[in-house]
Nanobody, 114 residues
Framework: VQLQASGGGLVPPGGSLRLSCAAS????????IAWYRQAPGSERELVAL???????DYADSVKGRFTISRDNAKNTVYLQMYSLKPEDTAVYYC?????????WGAGTQVTVSS
């Protein structure tokens, strides 16, 4: 099972980006799919989570600015990010949990800077 994150880049403060996490298998196998991020010198933190029932959860720091969604037909999960701030700068990772298994994709760099 592979997860491939993409869509990162350099954006100015206040800008937007949409990250994509493409799965090599149907995303319906995952009980939860989530986006994490890790800034230099910091621990990896949960940003947004989507469970199989459609329930979402967000870190307080991104509530109202980020939205996690999925396209089952494309086996892809998205993270739409608005009103980006310099403190959102990090490597973003997608994660999928299926039973006892925990899958990570390679990260994508998001840099928010003027």
């Amino acid at each position: 099972v592979q997860l491939q994150a993409s869509g990162g880049g350099l954006v100015p403060p206040g800008g937007s980006l949409r990250l994509s996490c493409a799965a090599s298998r149907s995303i319906s196998i995952y009980s939860t799919i989530a986006w994490y991020r890790q800034a230099p010198g910091s621990e990896r933190e949960l940003v947004a989570l989507l469970n199989s029932g459609g329930t979402t959860d967000y870190a307080d720091s991104v509530k109202g600015r980020f939205t996690i969604s999925r396209d089952n037909a494309k086996n892809t999960v998205y993270l739409q990010m608005y009103s980006l701030k310099p403190e959102d700068t990090a490597v973003y990772y997608c994660n999928g949990r299926a039973g006892p298994n925990n899958y990570w994709g390679a990260g994508t760099q998001v840099t928010v800077s003027s």
